[in-house]
Structure formats: C-alpha cells, structure tokens
C-alpha cells in the first residue's frame, strides 16, 4: 500500500501560479511512476504530467505543455507540479497518483487538491 498526499491547491486569478506537492512513502521511491491528473465538474478525469522516479522522462497533456513543470524532490520526498499561467479551464480537482513500474494501470491515489483559477 502506497500513501499519497496532497498539498498546494487553492484560489489564484488567471493568469497566476500555484504548486501543488505531494508526498511519496521514502522507501517507495524507487519503484514508482508518479502522475497529476484532474477532473473538473461533469468532466472524466485526465492526466495532466507524469514522470518516471528517476527522472529519466517526463509526460505532458497538450493543455499542460509550455506551462506546467513535473519534478521530484528526493529530499523532501515530494512529487511537485508546477501551474503557471493558469487559466479558468485549469479548475479542477487535482490528485496525485503512482504506479509501479512496468504496470499499465495507476492503482494508488491522494485524496485530492481543489484548484480554482478565477477569471
């Protein structure tokens, strides 16, 4: 069992930034492919960024590329996303999520940050 938790989330103008951070188990660096996904109201959940633990590679949506910023920090043990130039689209509840490596699916996740970008 992995426990994911999020934090960063909250109120911004468009225009604005936020980041949001999510705390990985230490002993489960190594094993994990990390992920930020959103859903908005009446909307599927999608994925927003992703990257392997080693840092090796990297995923953006198209709606995220250019703007925001996936990373690890091994000594705080976080996996941050970085939101710049938000817009009102970007609202939504975003979580964090991982998946072993080598497997398809993403089978542990946080219980979710409110972002709300106002226009």
């Known amino acids: 069992q992995v426990t994911l938790v999020e934090s960063g989330g909250g109120l911004v103008q468009d225009g604005g930034s936020l980041r949001l951070s999510c705390t990985v188990p230490?002993?489960?660096?190594?094993?994990?492919?990390m992920g930020w996904f959103r859903q908005a109201p009446g909307k599927e959940r999608e994925i927003v960024a992703a990257i392997a633990w080693s840092a090796s590679s990297s995923y953006y949506s198209d709606s995220a590329k250019g703007r925001f910023a996936i990373s690890r920090d091994v000594r705080r043990n976080t996996v941050d996303l970085q939101m710049n130039s938000l817009k009102p689209e970007d609202t939504a509840v975003y979580y964090c999520?991982?998946?072993?490596?080598?497997?398809?699916?993403?089978?542990?996740w946080g219980q979710g940050t409110q972002v709300t970008v106002s226009s």
């Open positions: 230490a002993d489960s660096f190594g094993r994990l492919v």
């Open positions: 999520a991982a998946k072993l490596r080598g497997e398809n699916k993403y089978a542990y």
